[in-house]
């Protein structure tokens, strides 16, 4: 038992240094369209008709689906934009800059990746910042791209679930 808690313990550590608003969203879409479906088919304290929680149940992969599309692609054109912007000079951070004048700013742990190489050094705290901002307005993006998907879930789900219900109507009266 204890390599598999350190297996974990490593697999969460590498998940988190990856981590990020992508990560997140595909944590959260793996769960709707994955975990939800099971918990609201077999929900025993509900007492919604089968129907109804099929219908529910179906719903949520189709909105998984749609959500972590739309996060996605509006994830990429944001960073896309992020990284234009810096490498414009449009976006600095002071941190960074008090880094290039005065090489105590700069982490030891970067320094050290770095093997005291003063200009690797700020390049890798330059892109460490970069990611860190890209991954904190790519936050901001998601929740206001939340209710635009919503609303275009509840309108194309609808036509998809028809036909998966046409589909399998035909498929039983054969």
Same mark, same amino acid.
């Given at each position: ?9 490593t ?20 769960g709707k ?14 007492k ?10 179906? !719903?949520?992969? /189709?909105? +998984? ?6 996060? #996605?692609?509006? =994830? $990429?054109?944001l960073? *896309? ?10 976006i ?38 970069n990611?860190?901002? !890209?991954?904190? /307005?790519? +936050?901001v993006v998601?929740?206001?791209?939340? #209710?635009?998907? =919503? $609303?275009l879930?509840? *309108? ?11 589909k399998?109507?035909?498929k039983s009266?054969?």
């Amino acid at each position: 038992m204890p390599k598999v808690n350190q297996y974990i313990a490593t697999s969460v550590e590498k998940f988190s240094q990856k981590g990020g608003e992508k990560v997140s969203n595909y944590v959260n879409a793996a769960g709707k369209a994955i975990i939800a479906p099971l918990v609201i088919m077999h929900n025993p304290f509900t007492k919604e008709n089968e129907d109804n929680r099929k219908w529910a149940a179906v !719903k949520q992969p /189709v909105e +998984a689906v749609i959500t972590i599309a739309m996060q #996605l692609a509006s =994830l $990429a054109l944001l960073y *896309k934009g992020v990284d234009s912007l810096i490498k414009k000079g449009k976006i600095n951070f002071k941190y960074v800059e008090n880094a290039t004048k005065d090489i105590s700013k700069i982490p030891k742990k970067i320094l050290e990746a770095c093997n005291n190489d003063y200009d690797k050094a700020i390049t890798m705290y330059r892109e460490q910042y970069n990611e860190i901002f !890209k991954d904190r /307005v790519g +936050a901001v993006v998601s929740s206001i791209a939340y #209710l635009p998907v =919503l $609303a275009l879930s509840n *309108k194309v789900y609808p036509k998809i679930a028809q036909k998966l219900v046409n589909k399998n109507e035909n498929k039983s009266s054969k």
